[in-house]
C-alpha cells in the first residue's frame, strides 16, 4: 500500500525547489509551467501559483501537526498582501477577481488562514479584496447586477459571486450577501431557451475556445453547469425565488445531449461542433458537473440528481480510466483535467453517499497518480513531481507545473484526502465550487 502522506510531503519539497524570495515573504516561481507560452498565471492565484499552495501547506500542517508547514503558508500570505498593495495587476487571468486565477483566489486562502490561525489580519485582508472588488464593478448584461469580465462562469463572475458568498457566511456580513445577490442579477438576463421547457447559459467568451458565436458549454465550470451551481447558492444564501427559477430547464438541458457510453453517459465538451469530444476532470467533465448535480440532490432530495451522477461516473468508467487515456483525458494528472480530479470527485461521493464503490475507484486514481511520480534527491530530501501535458492539444509539451489546479499542489491535496479515508479520518478542503462533505456523512 502506498504512503500517499509521505508522497504529500515530498511533493511540497518539490514545490519548495521553486521557491523565491519576495520583497516581503515567499513566493514560487511559475516558469517551467509556462514554457512555450508568452503569458502564464500569476505567482499569486489559486490555479497555479501562491494561494493554491498555501492551501496544500494548510492540509500537511493538519495532517502533520509540523508547524513549519503553517509559517510557510504564512510567509506566501505576506507576500500575496504585498503585491495586493503594491503591484495588484496580474498577469494572465480570467478576470482580475477571478476565483481561480485573481483576487477572488487569494481571498479564499486567506479565510483558510484565518480559520486555522484566527489571525485579524487575514480577516481585514478579505475585506480590503471585497471592497476593492465592489469599487471595480461594472454593470452586468444588459445593465442588470455587476460584473468585472466577459467570462460569466465559475471561471470568471460566478467565481467572484462564490467568494462573496463564502466570506459573507464565514464572517457573517450580510451587507457582502446582498452585494453577491445584486452582482448575481447579472446571469438573470442571460438565459437561453433551448425549446422543451430545457436552457442554457454562456460561461465563457466564444473566443477562449476560437469557437463561432454559436458556442455553447454545458458543463462544468466554464458552462451551463457552473452557472446552474452558482444560481443554487445565491438562492440558498439569498432566498430570492428569482435564483431558483433561472435554475429551471438547466439539468435537463445538459442530461439531453449526454452520450451513450456503454452503461454510461458522457456529456460532451461543447455544442455544436465538439459533440465527439469527452473531458472527464474537473474542467468540462463529470468530476466537475457532478459538483451541480450533487448540489441538486442535497438541495432537493430528488433520486433523479443521484442517478445522473452514477450514469455520468459510469460513463468514466466505461472509457476504462484512470488507467486508460483517451483523447478527453490526456497523459495528465492535475486536478483540471486529470486523475487528481478523479480522485478529488470519486472521493466526495464516497464521502457523501457512504458507497465503497467510490473509495475502490479512489484508490486506483491514487494508485495511477503514484505509479507516475518520479521520485528524487533534492535539496530538502526527496522530491516528487509529474512531468505531463497541461493542454490537450500539445500532448508533446511536458512540464511540470507546481499549483493546485494545474499541478503538484493539488496532486499532494488530493493525496492527503486519500490519505485520510485510509486512516478512517477522512478530511478534504473543498473549495468554493465544491459542494462534497469535508468529512464522511455517514
Same mark, same amino acid.
Given at each position: 500500500? =502506498?504512503?500517499y502522506? %509521505?508522497y504529500a !510531503?515530498e ?7 521553486r521557491k523565491k524570495?519576495?520583497p516581503?515573504?515567499i513566493?514560487w516561481?511559475?516558469q517551467d509551467a509556462?514554457e512555450?507560452?508568452?503569458i502564464y498565471?500569476d505567482?499569486?492565484?489559486? @490555479?497555479?501559483?501562491?494561494s493554491?499552495?498555501?492551501v496544500f ?7 502533520t501537526?509540523d508547524?513549519? @508547514?503553517?509559517q ?5 500570505? =505576506?507576500y500575496?498582501r504585498?503585491r +495586493? ?6 498577469k494572465?487571468n480570467f ?6 486565477s485573481g ?5 479564499f486562502?486567506m479565510?483558510q488562514?484565518? !480559520?486555522i490561525?484566527?489571525n485579524?489580519k487575514y480577516k481585514?485582508f478579505?475585506?480590503d479584496?471585497i471592497?476593492?472588488?465592489?469599487a471595480d464593478?461594472k ?6 447586477g455587476?460584473s468585472?469580465?466577459s467570462f ?9 459571486v ?8 464565514t464572517f457573517g456580513?450580510e ?7 445584486k452582482a ?6 442571460q438565459?437561453?431557451?433551448a425549446g422543451?421547457g430545457?436552457c442554457?447559459y454562456p460561461g465563457v467568451d466564444?473566443v477562449?475556445?476560437?469557437?463561432k458565436?454559436?458556442? *455553447?458549454?454545458?458543463?462544468f465550470?466554464m458552462g451551463?453547469g457552473?452557472?446552474?451551481f ?5 438562492y440558498?444564501a ?7 427559477d433561472?435554475t429551471?430547464?438547466i439539468?435537463?438541458f445538459?442530461?439531453a445531449?449526454a452520450?451513450?457510453?456503454k452503461?454510461g453517459?458522457l456529456?460532451?465538451?461543447g ?5 465527439d469530444?469527452?473531458y472527464?476532470?474537473?474542467?468540462h ?7 451541480f448535480f450533487y448540489?441538486l440532490?442535497?438541495?432537493?432530495g430528488?433520486?433523479r440528481?443521484k442517478r445522473?451522477?452514477?450514469?455520468l461516473?459510469q460513463g468514466? *468508467?466505461?472509457?476504462?480510466a484512470?488507467e ?8 495528465t494528472?492535475? *486536478? ?12 466526495g461521493l464516497? =464521502?457523501?453517499?457512504?458507497d465503497?464503490?467510490y473509495?475502490?475507484q ?6 495511477v497518480i503514484?505509479?507516475g511520480? %518520479?521520485? %528524487?534527491d533534492?535539496?530538502?530530501g526527496?522530491e516528487?513531481?509529474w512531468?505531463?501535458a ?9 512540464s511540470?507545473?507546481?499549483?493546485l489546479?494545474d499541478? =503538484? ?6 493525496l492527503?484526502q ?5 486512516k478512517?479520518? +477522512?478530511h478534504?478542503?473543498r ?5 462534497f ?6
Open positions: 500500500m =502506498a504512503d502522506l %509521505t !510531503k511533493t511540497m519539497n518539490f514545490i519548495n525547489s524570495q519576495g516581503e515573504g513566493y516561481s511559475l509556462a512555450g507560452r508568452s498565471y505567482e499569486i492565484c489559486m @490555479y497555479a501559483g501562491a493554491g499552495i498555501i501547506l494548510l492540509g500537511l500542517y493538519q495532517a501537526n508547524v513549519s @508547514y503553517l510557510e503558508a504564512e510567509e506566501a500570505a =505576506a500575496i504585498y +495586493f498593495d503594491h503591484d495588484r495587476d496580474l494572465r478576470s482580475k477577481y477571478a476565483f481561480s483576487w477572488s483566489g487569494a481571498g486562502a479565510i488562514l484565518y !480559520k490561525t484566527g485579524e481585514t478579505v475585506a479584496i471592497e476593492s472588488a465592489k464593478a454593470p452586468g448584461k444588459n445593465g442588470r455587476y468585472w469580465t460569466p462562469g465559475i471561471v470568471g463572475d460566478a467565481g467572484t462564490l467568494f462573496f458568498l463564502y466570506a459573507a457566511k456580513r451587507d457582502w450577501t446582498a452585494f453577491a445577490a448575481g442579477e447579472n446571469f438573470l438576463g438565459r437561453h431557451d422543451n430545457t442554457w466564444p477562449y475556445f476560437g469557437a458565436e454559436d458556442y *455553447i458549454d454545458p458543463n465550470p451551463t457552473g452557472i446552474g452558482v444560481l443554487l447558492n445565491l440558498e439569498s432566498g430570492d425565488q428569482r435564483f431558483l433561472a429551471k430547464g439539468a435537463d445538459m442530461i445531449q452520450v451513450k457510453m452503461a453517459s456529456i460532451p465538451h455544442l455544436p461542433d465538439r459533440k469530444l469527452f472527464l476532470g474537473y474542467c467533465g463529470p468530476a466537475g458537473t457532478n459538483r448540489k440532490y442535497e438541495m432537493t430528488e433520486d440528481y445522473y451522477i452514477d450514469m461516473t468514466v *468508467i466505461d472509457t476504462g484512470p486508460v487515456r483517451t483523447e478527453g483525458y490526456w497523459n494528472y492535475n *486536478i483540471c483535467c486529470g486523475t487528481a480530479g478523479l480522485l478529488n470527485m470519486y472521493l464516497w =464521502a457523501a453517499f457512504g465503497e464503490t473509495l475502490e479512489a484508490k486506483r486514481c491514487g494508485k503514484t505509479d511520480a %518520479t521520485v %528524487t533534492g535539496t530538502e526527496r516528487c513531481t512531468r505531463f497541461l493542454d490537450r492539444v500539445a500532448p508533446d509539451v511536458l511540470t507545473p507546481i499549483g489546479f499541478g =503538484a499542489a493539488g496532486i499532494g491535496a488530493v492527503l486519500l490519505a485520510s479515508a485510509e478512517g479520518q +477522512f478534504a478542503t473549495m468554493l465550487d465544491d459542494p462533505p469535508e468529512k464522511n456523512k455517514l
